[in-house]
């Protein structure tokens, strides 16, 4: 018998090596959890089985994702893509569900000699919501490093994901009162119904104003321990309403997590819940691991084969379909059917709802789970190698992908030592607006087709494309521009704009925005000409309008600000940190840290070249004596009681106090 503390231990520790695995494979998380399940589960290596605590912390992982959903519903938002997600999204999840009934229907009345196992209209409904999920977390990822969020196909794609995420809501309610009789289900569903719609009311219109009060009241306290525990209750205590009240906990996470996203705290709220979703939800999904049997699924592979191909395809289909009458294009059409063939995370907790309920035959569940994880693990795949497939299938692809460069080139032919810009949002349209008052010819490059569509009838030299595409770069005339700026503030995106630009002409300067100093050295080496960091520009501008107004000559300040970007933000690089600071913050990010000597510090009488702080990642800023600042020189002399500040990562810092202390 394995105790609670070793079965932790072992939880814990092959969640560590599944996730470094899987990492290392540039593969989701997600599926390193579900295989590190079945590696140690009781169809396996028969480490450690289902046990009640692990169903508990599990469900707990359920119901936390639930509450990060929720936190993302935005009426606005919603308002916004409502033919998106309730025309194309709810089309896509409905036919889903129909289309797997009508199989099952088939299946019970012309098949029973060919298929082991009968499929009944309520088992059917279940595996139709489970198999009409895809992946948000697998999906949202490719579309980010891929930079299509804003593209026509990624944004199908979201609106798609976001009603799907909303439909796991009533599929909660729906799955467990189908395992009821047949003359009870219309009084089963109607009670559920009705007890759902008072919760609901009693928590948004009653709970949204308690809530607001209520945060504020705690956030008064200024206390960071008093604000995670209210967090936990109010998203415990939520679930445990809507479990009282005969509905699933996920359901009341959920509203809670509504109830937040009107208030000002929800983006404090999502960085705190983060911890306890991420750990709960991979113990969640390595529970679900456990139930699949390798030797079962592994003697009926062909049935397996079936069950992943078979849904894939016709998922595709009709999402392509769907996508297609709802006005896109067929390369559109395709690569939203592409991103959301596979399984979702969601469709795991239907299908486990399914299974506790005894709705569906654990041959079959064992047979669809396989399935859904083999999918999500060809998704990245898929995804990836999207435009190729696009390209092979649709014929009029091509004649639009040419269509899209021959506009741009068209607009670039006869233009000479042009700026490009790389993204037309609200930087981009500023630059563009100053270039443009100088007589400066530009041609920006964006994603979004609506914006481009709106500035091109405002007369800006506007195309829709991708910077970080070779041929948009070519059409764009990028061996005859002055310059190329980098206007979103995004890394990963201006890495690879950066190193086709150093292909196609290494001499062109190029100018990158950022957020902050965190990625300026990595960006630098990339090739980036200049790099101007947001926060510390920000910092400048304030800096220079308060030495103004207190009497300092503009050429002085003037000189200053140029100084500052002279040496690259040096001595504006790294700040104190206090309790407000986030805690997310990579642990790269330069920091400034105090250190005073005191009598037995290992430091006094030494020089600070000997004690090589370089050699760790760290430097000396600023040694104060008393109340004198002294200059620092490698042949500086620490004393007892000096204040030494120290800059360098988080790790380094550490390193370096350590050096001047023990």
Known sequence: MVSGLELTLLLLGSAVLGVVAFRMLHLPPMLGYLAVGVLIGPHALRLAGETEATSALAEFGVVFLMFSIGLEFSLAQLRAMRRIVFGLGLAQVVLTIVATMLFGWISHAFLPRFLPFAVSWQAAFALGGALAMSSTAIVSKMLTERLELESQHGRRIIGILLFQDLAVVPLLILIPALAQSPEKLVATLAWATVKAIAVLVLLLFFGQKLMRKWFTIVVKRRSQELFMLNLLLVTLGAAWITERAGLSMALGAFVAGMLISETQYKHQVEEDIKPFRDVLLGLFFITIGMLLNLELVLHNWALVLLLLTVPVLLKFALIALLAKAFGSSDGVSMRTGIALAQAGEFGFVLLNLASGAKLIDPFIIQLVLASMVLSMLAAPLLIANSDRIVMKIAANEWMMQSLQLTQIASRTMAAQKHVIIAGFGRSGQSLATLLAEEKLVYYALDLDPERVQEAQAAGANVSYGDASRRESLIAAGVNRASALVISFADTHAALK????????????????????????????????????????????????????????????????????????????????????????????????????????????GKRLAELQLADVGAEVTTLRRGRERVDVTPATVFAAGDVVVLRGAADAVTRAEGRLLQ
Do not use: N
């Open 497 to 604: 704009v950066l190193h086709l630009v150093h292909e196609l002409a290494p001499a062109l300067p190029v100018i990158v925005r950022s957020h902050d100093d965190t990625d300026l050295d990595t960006l630098k080496k990339a090739g980036a000409t200049e790099v101007v960091p947001e926060a510390l520009e920000g910092s400048l501008m304030l800096a220079s309008h308060a030495l103004v107004m207190m009497g300092v000559p503009l050429r002085r300040v003037v000189h200053r600000v140029q100084s500052a970007r002279d040496e690259r933000y040096a001595s504006l690089r790294g700040y104190f940190h206090g309790a407000g600071d986030a805690s997310d913050e990579p642990d790269h990010l330069l920091r400034l840290h105090s250190v005073t000597l005191g009598d037995g510090a290992a430091s006094i």
